[in-house]
């Protein structure tokens, strides 16, 4: 996880970073009935929310120009995927984190103790340089047996799946919600993780921050493969970068790390939807990747 996971982490970063770049390069048509019924706000349910959503995002999007030099829309770590370790981790890591502008913690991580040791001390690095922090998968394991990790860290992004938000909610609610209303229980669970952002990822996508909820139900792939989570959480990375780095001119008032799980879940669902219409029951993570640039384009582009 060291050295190696640190550098491949940048490398990786830096490949979703050049994914979106190269899609800002293309344009398309605008995207619109597709759309029309692909978000909704947690109150008020109209075309014109969902549609204003929507134009947020677009405006955190850094314009591409000539002028720009490699590294500048963004470096991103991710911390996973390595079954490396040593006693230098944290070291190693935060000689990379002056330099990096969100860290994805959890894809491919593993369990290991002394590997989870390490990345506590990731978490508290990263918190004090006040680094935006992804958490997926095992990393979201840890933090279910942690949770003062995290709480109250309103730079930080959870993107649990199903079994991961039961386990979470089970470590930090004390009176369990009515599941069914997947809406209140992404709101409860933020607030008691004292409003960090949290993105349920299901049939469609919840997300709060402790006060307002939106949802994600654009189409995507009815094919499950292994691997999407972390098309979602590179992306994520991404933008919650550039949401913040855009300002509250550009975001209007709303919270650029909601914005930015919107603009990351709408993005993961049109790569599954357009890989899924190519390669159906076959569809795997790759040809997903492969989509990002004509994905991005009809999203974000008009
Ligand atoms: C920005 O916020 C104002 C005030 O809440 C609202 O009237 C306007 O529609 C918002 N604009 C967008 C693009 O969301
Ligand atoms: C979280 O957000 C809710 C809703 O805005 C607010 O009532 C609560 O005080 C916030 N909690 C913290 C710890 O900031």
């Known amino acids: 996880m060291a050295t190696r996971a640190g550098a491949a982490?940048?490398?990786?970063?830096?490949?979703?970073?050049?994914?979106?770049?190269?899609?800002?390069?293309?344009?398309?048509?605008?995207?619109?009935?597709?759309?029309?019924?692909?978000f909704s706000l947690h109150k008020p349910h109209s075309i014109?929310?969902?549609?204003?959503?929507?134009?947020?995002?677009?405006?955190?999007?850094?314009?591409?120009?000539?002028?720009?030099?490699?590294?500048?829309?963004?470096?991103?770590?991710?911390?996973?995927?390595c079954q490396d370790d040593s006693p230098s981790a944290v070291r190693?890591?935060?000689t990379w984190l002056p330099r990096l502008h969100a860290l994805v913690v959890g894809p491919g991580l593993g369990r290991d103790n002394v590997l989870l040791e390490n990345v506590k001390g990731i978490l508290e690095a990263s918190k004090a340089r006040?680094?935006?922090?992804?958490?997926?998968?095992?990393?979201?394991?840890?933090?279910?047996?942690?949770?003062a990790l995290i709480h109250g860290y309103r730079k930080a992004v959870l993107t649990p799946n199903h079994g991961e938000f039961t386990r979470l909610s089970d470590a930090v609610l004390r009176d369990?919600?009515?599941?069914?209303?997947?809406?209140?229980?992404?709101?409860?669970?933020?607030?008691?993780?004292?409003?960090?952002?949290v993105?349920?990822?299901?049939?469609?996508?919840?997300?709060?921050?402790?006060e307002h909820v939106l949802e994600c139900a654009h189409e995507g792939s009815s094919r499950r493969c292994g691997g999407q989570g972390d098309l979602l959480s590179g992306a994520l990375g991404?933008?919650?970068?550039?949401?913040?780095?855009?300002?509250?001119?550009?975001?209007?008032?709303?919270?650029?790390?909601?914005?930015?799980?919107?603009?990351?879940?709408?993005?993961?669902?049109?790569?599954?939807?357009?890989?899924?219409q190519k390669h159906g029951r076959s569809t795997t993570t790759t040809d997903m990747i492969a989509e990002v640039g004509p994905a991005f384009r009809r999203l974000f582009e008009t």
């Open 92 to 94: 190693d890591v935060e």
């Open 176 to 197: 369990l919600v009515d599941g069914s209303d997947h809406r209140e229980a992404v709101r409860r669970l933020s607030q008691a993780l004292g409003n960090v952002t």
């Open 48 to 81: 014109t929310d969902m549609e204003n959503t929507l134009q947020l995002v677009r405006n955190i999007i850094p314009p591409l120009t000539t002028k720009k030099h490699k590294g500048q829309d963004g470096r991103i770590g991710i911390v996973g995927g």
């Open 9 to 38: 982490a940048v490398v990786a970063g830096a490949a979703v970073v050049a994914l979106l770049s190269a899609a800002l390069a293309l344009y398309g048509p605008p995207l619109d009935a597709v759309l029309r019924r692909a």
């Open 130 to 147: 006040d680094v935006p922090i992804i958490i997926d998968a095992d990393g979201l394991w840890l933090i279910a047996q942690h949770p």
């Open 238 to 276: 991404v933008l919650v970068h550039w949401a913040l780095h855009a300002g509250p001119e550009k975001t209007n008032g709303s919270s650029p790390l909601l914005l930015a799980a919107l603009g990351a879940c709408s993005l993961t669902r049109q790569c599954g939807h357009q890989a899924f």
């Open 199 to 210: 993105v349920r990822k299901g049939e469609r996508d919840v997300m709060s921050d402790g």
